[in-house]
């Protein structure tokens, strides 16, 4: 019985390799998450770039992809400054922000969430957004005037050890 099972078990792996095997050979790997960026042992993926762009209304460019991924490694710098500042944010200041948002625009929570779902957010992916902004706003604040920030940002850089990938879009 053991020795039928295993000569069937190998038949059928054969099978499957030599049927199946040949649509596979034939095809190219598909590449499920590519990553963008990694700002030391964070990692921002392809895809959130061009997520981040589609929201925006802008078109998947190579210029423009580059331009959202520096964009992401900076916010990503100044939340990591935020937190080592200790800077916290409280359930209190999203809701204001978001009601404020809201209000800014004439619309309902409900239609508001409507809004977010077109462009392919949810409230708790927008309200950790919202986080970030404060977050970053907060550490921007701290550091001082345009000046003091752009300094800041450049030294972060360099400290930082940031791979970034090559762009496409």
């Not at 078990?9 to 598909?30: K, S």
């Not at 963008?36 to 981040?52: H, N, P, W």
């Not at 762009?53 to 710098?77: I, P, Y």
């Amino acid at each position: 019985m053991g020795a039928m099972f295993r000569g069937l078990a190998v038949a059928l792996i054969t099978g499957c390799l030599v049927h199946g095997g040949q649509a596979v050979a034939e095809r190219a790997p598909t590449v499920l998450v590519e990553v963008a960026a990694t700002v030391g042992d964070q990692v921002i993926f392809d895809s959130e770039v061009r997520f981040r762009l589609r929201a925006s209304g802008k078109k998947v460019t190579a210029q423009g992809w580059t331009a959202a991924l520096a964009e992401m490694v900076d916010e990503l710098l100044w939340v990591r400054e935020s937190k080592r500042l200790g800077i916290q944010i409280s359930d209190r200041e999203v809701d204001e922000a978001i009601d404020t948002v809201i209000k800014q625009n004439n619309l309902s929570l409900l239609e508001f969430e409507k809004q977010l779902e077109s462009v392919g957010y949810d409230m708790a992916t927008y309200r950790r957004d919202v986080i970030r902004q404060l977050q970053e706003l907060k550490a921007r604040f701290r550091i001082g005037d345009d000046g003091a920030q752009k300094k800041w940002l450049e030294q972060a850089r360099k400290r930082a050890q940031i791979d970034i990938r090559r762009a496409k879009p």
